[in-house]
């Protein structure tokens, strides 16, 4: 006697999960131009390497008799698969069941995926449409009862928060948990007309105002109140890309510079880029005049092995840069002055930005390169109603909390506390300065007329005088002069800052190595 009845109802159950919503709701879902849960899973991990869980549970449904009839699979589906060759748990939502409602779902399933990861140390990857597993009002009328709001398993989430690589991608309007799972995670990506995000649900969302209620293009209403541009520019959501195919290469780069948990170290990469490499227009990068800009992405690209910077928040807190990138092959993480943004002053959100990049990188291990062209704060009255001092206090708190090996680069300027915070003045500095080196507690430039304001006013000639006095400090403020005492540590040619950091890399890693 075999088994076969059993594993022929089994192909059956299997067969009913792969309709997931139905073929009319499938349909539904491409003619939206996204992809289906399935179809999303099969295009972001290796192939053939998703092997699902939980495959079959769900609704069934049975005739008078007791035998099946059909199944409505849960709305979410989970299960082990690699990505570039590497073990992880790839989660998807299926928005065409019930659009992912709580009462169509398991919460067990989603629960099981995050312990899966946290328990195996494995990166968790969700791709999240519609309410993820919010609740529903329907639900209320089959319990028949309210009750107090809790999320179930949420502290499993954090957990990974704390373990484990988390990237979430919104695929499609999200709300209430939904949105919530999409920000609890280390990389995050929104859509551009596909993704929408919000902190309550749809009726909650049409029914906030008069000028939704009116708009006439209702999917413009839901972008206009919770799409890219609202969330890749507040920092809830760390990038926008322009299809799904891309969400899924930005992912798989992402994880490609992770370890696969808190523990282990990250992997370095084969590269034909020689550690040698001078570049001839680092010379000539910085302005000599202090009012011009340049671009530090260009930098970026020169100084780093070819083609691996992979920049994360590029639309919020636009006075920092900051990426992944490599050196030598080594994994590293990048935080540079973009002076192109507010003459490069960090504000609240920059600050912000940098403070969660720099945990970002001292959790994963990663060793943190700083390429410094930082007047200072921000100020102003806006600066202060946006509490920049505390904010960027919390920025440099996490610089001097880092673990990881530091290297600084300051290329022009470092003023007041935003510049100290380049580094920690209490560890060994490995630092460079270019000769554009420009630095000090405050800019020279705008307190001349307030230090020498006696002497100025008693001159017969303040113009002259005042040419006369910003002569002689040039001299004082000559990166040499700070060399002389050793408040540099070196001035370097510019052209040496690559081979130089990748020294500082294979040094870097070599500590960490032997700390493993």
Known sequence: MSWEKELEELRQREAYAEEMGGADKVARQHGRGKMDARARLAALTDDGSFREIGKIAGKGHYDENGDLTGVTPAPFLFGKATINGRPVVATADDFTIRGGAADAGIKRKM??????????KLPIIKMIDGTGGGGSVKTLEQIGATYIPAVPGW?????????????????????????????ASHYSIMVRGLSQLFAA?????????????SASDHQQAKEELGGVDIHTRNGVVDDEVASEAEAFARARHFLSFMPEHVGQLARRAETSDPAGRREEELLSLVPRDDKQVYSMRRCMGMVFDQGTVFEIG????????????????WPVAVVASDPSYLGGSWEAKTSEKVERFVKLADQFKLP????????GFMIGRDAEMAGTIRYGVQAMNAIYKAQVPLASIVLRRAYGIAGSAMSNADRFQYRYCWPSGDWGSLPIAGGLEVAYKSELEAADDPDALLEEIKARLDKVTSPFRSAELFNVEDIIDPRDTRPLLCEFAKLAWRKLGSEA
């Open 368 to 375: 943190i390169v700083h390429l410094v062209d930082n007047p």
């Open 155 to 183: 502290g499993d989430v954090v957990k990974n928060l704390d373990t484990v690589p988390v990237v979430a991608l919104a695929l499609g309007p999200t709300a209430g948990l939904g949105a919530a799972r999409i920000v």
């Open 201 to 213: 649900g749809p009726a909650v969302v049409d029914g906030l105002g008069e000028s939704y209620k």
């Open 111 to 120: 629960v099981q995926a995050e312990q899966m990861s946290h328990e195996l």
């Open 314 to 329: 590029k639309h919020w807190g636009r006075a920092a840069i900051t990426a992944l990138a490599r050196l030598d092959g």
